[in-house]
């Protein structure tokens, strides 16, 4: 069992930048993959980016694609989003997640085990 907390989400204005970390704890050596996504009101929770060790790879949502980026500390054990130039359409509550399986590619929730508390992000001005 992981367990995930996030934080740094916040109000930010649009054309702005934030960071959101996940602290994981637990049974982080058996966690294949990193996931963040998110979930606006009225609409169902979609995929933001993963970061996984097997196989090793990046990636993101068509949305987002080069204005966040993931990333991890030395110790593995924080996953981070970075999010750059945010748009009021990024104004969700985001999760972190991790994948204690193997898959070929972690962009959906059914591939996710465990499951952060969410972080509140409101793009605005």
């Known amino acids: 069992q992981v ?36 979930q606006a009101p009225g609409k169902e929770r979609e ?26 500390d030395n110790a593995g054990n924080t996953v981070y989003l970075q999010m750059n130039s945010l748009k009021p359409e990024d104004t969700a509550v985001y999760y972190c997640a991790a994948a204690n399986k193997y ?3 972690y962009s959906d929730t059914s591939k996710y085990d465990n499951w952060g508390q969410g972080t509140q992000v409101t793009v605005s001005s």
């Open 47 to 72: 995929f933001v980016g993963a970061k996984s060790s097997s196989p090793v790879a990046t990636y993101y949502a068509d949305s987002v694609k080069g204005r966040f980026s993931i990333f991890r």
């Open 3 to 38: 367990q995930l907390v996030e934080s740094g989400g916040g109000l930010v204005q649009p054309g702005g930048s934030l960071r959101l970390s996940c602290a994981a704890s637990g049974r982080t050596d058996r966690t294949y993959a990193m996931g963040w996504f998110r």
């Open 103 to 105: 898959y070929f590619r």
